[in-house]
């Protein structure tokens, strides 16, 4: 046997012992990547829905079981204060255009506003019963929030007060507005439906009939025209035509979701699941393939993707030994 050969006898018998042959010699960089964790403090129970104030670079976090929202610095990776004093908030919007933030409260119906600059009270907008979602129609500039037995409520963020009413078969889980279409997609999980709504009229347009239970969260995907539904019985993505209602794709996702996003930098899409993951589904071969199971917490079903910052914030909820928290994963090349 030459030298030559040796050599390659004795490297191939180090890689042999050096790798198990359950172990893959190059594998992908995980899709996400836990940057950090911020404490909440003393915060107990369910965690909802989260917003941001970029130019302050704050993060506002639902304490719906706390009965507060906490208002996290990003820079110092802390609560600077909590608003306290609410009734079950779930929904939070930052309006920068009049530098307020605006909490929706399940408990007493009501919408309250905010100084963003000091997070004094600035008023209420009375709804009637669960205040739920808010999002912002940047074409129309109002805030749309979802709420009671079937109802967005429109309001006028200068006026700060309810300018009309459409109308839904139950209570609107979460919903999207595409401006291109003039249309709401509006996920109705009591109705086992997604109902689509005239943008401007309000006028109900379709009612999707959904073969699985639990439509809570839903993503739009206006470049593709698809818009995403996370179902919890059973735990299924799909997509859907935003013109038809056309069954485009389904998968398999992890259990009790709560929020879904589109990362179109990467053409990824992030699933925030309470069974303890953040499932990530990557465009391939034409289709959506899930990649990764990233691990979270038992319980944080809600998330927030911000794409100017390029992180996406889970809300972990406190559990046993597990304290409040904000995980902070930052998406991998």
């Known amino acids: 046997m030459t030298g030559t050969a040796t050599l390659r006898v004795v490297l191939a018998t180090l890689a042999a ?5 359950n172990t893959v010699a190059q594998s992908d960089p995980a899709p996400l ?3 950090t964790k911020i404490p909440l403090g003393d915060v107990t129970g369910r965690i909802d829905h989260m917003a941001v104030d970029l130019a302050r670079r704050r993060l506002f976090v639902a304490e719906l079981g706390n009965n507060s929202v906490g208002v996290v610095d990003l820079d110092k990776g802390a609560v600077l204060r909590r608003i306290s004093g609410l009734r079950e908030p779930q929904g939070v919007a930052y309006l920068p255009a009049t530098d307020s933030l605006y909490v929706a409260n399940a408990g007493d119906g009501v919408v309250r506003v905010f100084r963003g600059a000091d997070y004094a009270d600035a008023g209420q907008i009375a709804l009637g019963a669960d205040a739920d979602n808010i999002r912002f129609d940047s074409t129309a500039q109002r805030l749309v929030v979802g709420y009671g037995n079937g109802a967005l409520a429109l ?10 009413s459409y109308a ?4 609107p889980e979460s919903f999207q507005i595409d401006a291109k279409t003039d249309r709401i997609f509006v996920n109705v999980p009591s109705a086992h439906a997604i109902v689509v709504l005239d943008r401007v009229a309000g006028k109900q347009l ?3 009939p959904m073969r699985h239970g639990g439509n809570f969260p839903m993503m739009l995907d206006a470049e593709q025209q698809r818009v995403f539904s996370v179902f919890r019985s059973p735990a299924k993505l799909a997509a859907f035509a935003t013109g038809s209602g056309r069954p485009l794709f389904e998968a398999d996702v992890c259990g009790d979701s709560d929020d879904l996003f589109l990362d179109s930098k990467r053409r990824r899409v992030y699933v925030s699941c309470g069974e303890g993951a953040v499932d990530v589904f990557e465009e391939k071969g034409g289709g959506l393939q899930r990649t990764a199971r990233v691990p979270s917490v038992g319980g944080a079903r809600t998330s927030l993707f911000v794409p100017d910052i390029d ?3 889970v809300a972990v909820r406190a559990r046993g030994e597990e304290r409040a928290a904000i995980w902070v994963y930052r998406p991998a090349p």
């Open 17 to 21: 012992f050096a790798m198990p042959e």
């Open 33 to 35: 990547r836990l940057e």
């Open 155 to 164: 309001i006028e963020p200068a006026a700060r007060e309810k300018s009309a």
């Open 168 to 171: 839904l078969p139950a209570h």
């Open 206 to 208: 379709a009612s999707w």
């Open 311 to 313: 992180r996406l914030f």
